[in-house]
């Protein structure tokens, strides 16, 4: 039998799940089980579902950001190639039918000229412009994203990160802004019971419980096997029980345990009929049970404050003692003590009904929430991830700002975030209660929401505010998120992500990335990709528009002056999928640099063109014209005096075809940085990025010195190849002009 599909329908608000539908298929045809928990109130768009799930963003096949921008750039200098050939075309025309170039043969007449000879030089013509079109068009450009996302989803989809949108990866890259969860991201979510209070006395550890009445550990069992959606199970031979269940819920049933719970007991001695869900907006759990004595009681677990505000009384010892002003202000300073030291804290309270009270009571859908006795306030840790700190520091460092958010009080909030390193002694930095932040102005939101480091007590929709205050004031913000409420504010954000094991798989299936360990130190592995991908593709931007700008150049002017083209279609498109494809490859591999790290975020609007790649462009493509031209038309250098002249041609251009390819696989090295330093750094363990030159090179001798014939090329003598080589790595001459002496091009 296979398992087809399994629908799982929520009620409003407050109710419990309300039935589960399967469906079954298997040889024997469909089977269809349907189990009734209870009745059905709503389904489809009335669930609560419903919002989430219609605010899931929809996936298209679209480009990326930077993709698009890339076409424009190849739309723009296609467009100008397109018209400079036509010119040149026309111009070459011109000059040929008005007799007035000399170097053409045969030379037009007006009288002399027969019909074919007219029709193949304007096709000669036209050839001529085609050229100058495929050499200019840097139509490679778009896949260089391509290849270097290819090469990101590919470094991180082992263990980091799994990337479901193309456009996050570049995204990432200019995030100012982490809104994280704490509990799983900065913490290692293995939480655990450490201090109680209970039965009167004050703080204890959890080797002193022994002390407590019988009666009261039988009722602080009772609450913690009746009032959760955890269990226990006692596998045969062995000596610990096994605990299932939220990480919270396991630390307070491995609490039970300790007490000396037994589970299965205590839930046949009842029967539950009524179940109040936990949810992060009221953060609490309850159940109404009825016992098998004839009593009927309720259970209340949740956040401590929250619980304590409805007690009227306490368990002192075995007694109920009523809650004084006094004894109030106790519990409340044992919470606040427990959660300044970072511990999670919860409470247990319940209240004892006679049955018929219970039952009779038409007005009673929810369970009662007030005269609770509380019977225990527990702390409960959840430790930081070790390196922690550093991860925050780096991050701080690269300008992006971490904003954590949580369910848990406000102390225990600022005590985790103090010791992680997000909450600091900068005057700036705010800490807030959510309910505080949704009460404000919207004015008022977006004054403060910069600043906020961190927010405790929040709900999804308190987070969903302070997204929307952060990209109003133009945060590019990233967040994460965990459960099916989160998706209205993973929508929001610019960069959703999901945590891999925290998350359900709704929140995974709706996120731009899955963040595969829930750890915060691969969010910002993730981060320093994306900005490692927006570097790469400058790199190869900038390598390919020279090569484009260079050969554009160099073709319009030699076809100019000599009605003829120094590299032909042929030898155009090698360059073009060699160097191009080659190279596009080669500086997609490089992996992110360290300094990447310790500049600010990609602005929103920064040009992707900036000054430095502009300068360092226009010098390069002025070097590699002048030498190429100096060789075209400055016979003198490769000493073709006695060839004939279409010998001569044929090596002059040939020593054009292999400087310029040459040019290119140093003009590549030098593109390894955008930005000013060192450009041999790390490239000898850059194994890919040396096997692509490698390989280059080795091609280009192979074309040279076998396949001619194909290229209109002839072999080379040595000091051809010196030459060649020569100007090529002279090009790296030009790149050492002390760029940095101009603070203008500082961006
Ligand atoms: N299973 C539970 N039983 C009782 N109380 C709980 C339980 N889970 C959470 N709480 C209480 O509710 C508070 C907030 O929980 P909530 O689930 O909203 O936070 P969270 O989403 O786990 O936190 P974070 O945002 O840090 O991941 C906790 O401080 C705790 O007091
Ligand atoms: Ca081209």
């Not at 039935?19 to 298929?25: C, E, G, L, N, W």
């Not at 009261?216 to 299932?244: C, D, K, M, R």
């Not at 103090?418 to 959510?434: F, S, V, Y």
Request: include cysteine; charged fraction near 20%.
């Amino acid at each position: 039998m296979r398992k087809d599909s399994l629908f799982f329908f929520y009620t409003s608000e407050g109710c419990r799940p309300c039935f589960f539908f399967s469906a079954y298929t298997g040889f024997l045809g469909p089977l269809f089980f349907l189990s009734f928990v209870s009745k059905v109130t709503s389904v489809g768009m009335n669930t609560q579902w419903r919002m989430p799930m219609a605010s899931i963003p929809l996936y298209t096949g679209k480009e990326t950001p930077l993709q698009v921008y890339l076409n424009r750039v190849v739309t723009v200098f296609g467009l100008v190639s397109i018209s400079v050939a036509l010119v040149v075309s026309l111009i070459v025309s011109f000059l040929y039918f008005m007799g007035r170039n000399k170097d053409v043969s045969p030379m037009f007449d007006a009288g002399k000229t027969t019909l074919d000879e007219k029709i193949d030089m304007v096709i000669k013509f036209i050839i001529l412009g085609v050229t100058i079109v495929v050499a200019a068009v840097p139509e490679g450009l778009p896949l260089a994203v391509t290849l270097n996302i290819a090469h990101m989803s590919r470094k991180l989809g082992g263990e980091i990160a799994l990337v479901q949108k193309l456009s996050a990866c570049e995204a990432m890259g200019s995030a100012t802004t982490v809104v994280c969860h704490k509990t799983g991201i900065l913490t290692l979510n293995q939480m655990e019971v450490v201090d109680v209070c209970a039965g009167g006395l004050g703080t204890q550890n959890l080797d002193t419980m022994a002390e407590l009445s019988p009666l009261l550990i039988s009722l602080i069992t009772e609450g913690i096997a009746l009032n959760t959606n955890g269990s226990v199970y006692h596998p045969e031979g062995w000596p610990e029980p096994e605990v299932f269940g939220s990480a919270t819920e396991r630390a307070i049933l491995k609490f039970g345990v300790k007490l000396g719970m037994n589970f299965d007991e205590v839930k046949s001695r009842s029967t539950i009929f009524r179940i109040s869900p936990f949810n992060s907006s009221r953060k609490r759990r309850g159940v109404a049970v009825q016992l098998h004595d004839s009593q009927a009681r309720v259970h209340w677990k949740g956040a401590a404050k929250t619980i304590l505000a409805s007690c009227q009384s306490y368990m002192d010892k075995d007694k109920i003692a009523s809650m004084d002003q006094e004894k109030i202000f106790h519990f409340e300073k044992t919470i606040d003590d427990m959660a300044k030291k970072g511990l999670r804290c919860a409470a247990l309270a319940y209240r004892t009904y006679p049955e018929e009270d219970i039952l009779r009571d038409e007005a009673f859908p929810y369970i009662h929430e007030s005269n609770l006795v509380l019977s225990a306030i527990i702390g409960i840790k959840d430790s930081c991830r070790p390196g922690i700190r550093q991860a925050i520091q780096e991050c701080r460092n690269a300008g992006v700002k971490v904003c954590m958010v949580t369910g848990d009080d406000l102390l225990t909030a600022k005590a985790i975030a103090t010791e992680c390193g997000i909450l600091t002694d900068e005057p700036a930095d705010t800490a807030i209660l959510a309910k505080d932040f949704a009460s404000m102005s919207e004015a008022q939101r977006e004054k403060i929401a910069e600043n906020i480091v961190v927010m405790g007590r929040s709900s999804p929709d308190v987070n969903l505010l302070l997204l929307e205050a952060l990209s109003k004031k133009g945060q590019v913000v990233a967040a994460t998120g965990k459960g099916i409420r989160d998706a209205p504010s993973l929508r929001q954000a610019d960069i959703s992500l999901a945590m891999g094991i925290g998350g359900t798989s709704i929140v995974k299936e709706c996120s731009d990335i899955i963040v595969l360990d829930d750890s915060f130190a691969s969010i910002l592995t993730v981060i320093q990709w994306g900005r490692s991908l927006y570097t790469n593709v400058q790199r190869f931007v900038q390598f390919r528009l020279t090569v484009s700008a260079s050969a554009l150049i160099i073709c319009v002017v030699v076809a100019i002056h000599s009605h003829e083209i120094p590299l032909n279609v042929a030898q155009l498109l090698w360059i073009n999928l060699l160097v191009c494809t080659f190279g596009a490859w080669a500086l997609a591999s490089e992996p992110p640099i360290d300094n990447l790290m310790r500049r600010p975020p990609i602005r929103k609007g920064e040009p992707f063109i900036t000054k430095l790649m502009r300068a360092k462009f226009i010098l390069q493509v002025a070097y590699q014209v002048t030498a190429l031209l100096c060789i075209n038309f400055l016979e003198s250098i490769l000493k073709l005096e006695n060839k004939s002249l279409d010998d001569a041609n044929k090596v002059k251009n040939t020593v054009i075809f292999n400087c310029f390819v040459f040019c290119q696989v140093f003009n590549e090295i030098e593109c390894r940085t955008p930005y000013q330093g060192n450009i041999y750094r790390g490239i000898l363990k850059n194994h890919l990025f040396l096997g692509t030159i490698a390989i280059t090179v080795i091609l280009q001798v192979i074309v040279i010195e076998c396949f001619g014939i194909f290229f209109s090329t002839v072999r080379l003598n040595r000091k051809q190849w010196l030459i060649s080589i020569g100007i090529g790595l002279f090009s790296q001459v030009a790149n050492r002009f002390p760029f940095q002496a101009f603070p203008y091009l500082r961006n």
